[in-house]
């Protein structure tokens, strides 16, 4: 009993400590806008989105079923059921475009996943830097966005280790 009342008073400092450290919501960092370039794009031509950051992939609502992240090793990337299905339908449309958004911290990310999808499926990919650590505003693509198919259902043991 002594142990719980002492675990209770540490989880209310800890949580009054939490509750100081949120960031209020009118101090939230701004969304990064990413915007098309200047030189413009063919009507036909289908964008997907892959941000690199810190060791990982991550692959934006390319399915419609929300974002897919994986580790960014080469090991992985090559291996990676889910990303290798991605790469599959993407290289299906020849005019199809994979953008990958750099965060400063993802340019080994960027080499492994882009690396991939040019060396072995001949897809064509750009890149853009990412400034920030803000949350991700594509709405400006949204005329160009390209959907697969949804991968297989597979076994999460099946899944290579990050």
């Not at 413009?40 to 690199?52: A, D, H, L, Q, W």
Request: with cysteine; net charge positive; charged share 30%.
């Amino acid at each position: 009993k002594k142990q719980q009342e002492e675990s209770r008073k540490t989880i209310a400092e800890l949580m009054t400590e939490i509750k100081k450290r949120q960031v209020p919501e009118d101090k939230k960092v701004p969304p990064v806008v990413v915007q098309p370039s200047g030189s413009g794009m063919p009507e036909t031509t289908k964008v997907y989105f892959v941000e690199c950051a810190t060791g990982a992939l991550k692959i934006l609502n390319a399915w419609g079923d929300g974002d897919y992240r994986l580790s960014a090793t080469a090991e992985v990337v090559v291996a990676d059921p889910v990303y290798n299905h991605f790469l599959t339908e993407v290289a299906k449309n020849k005019n199809s475009l994979i953008l990958y958004l750099i965060r400063d911290d993802g340019q080994g990310a960027f080499n492994n996943g882009a690396g991939r999808a040019e060396g072995d499926y001949a897809i064509r990919v750009g890149k853009l830097p990412i400034p920030g650590r803000g949350s991700l505003d594509l709405a400006l693509f949204d005329k160009f966005r390209g959907k697969v198919p949804p991968p297989p259902k597979t076994n999460p043991a099946d899944k290579p280790k990050a």
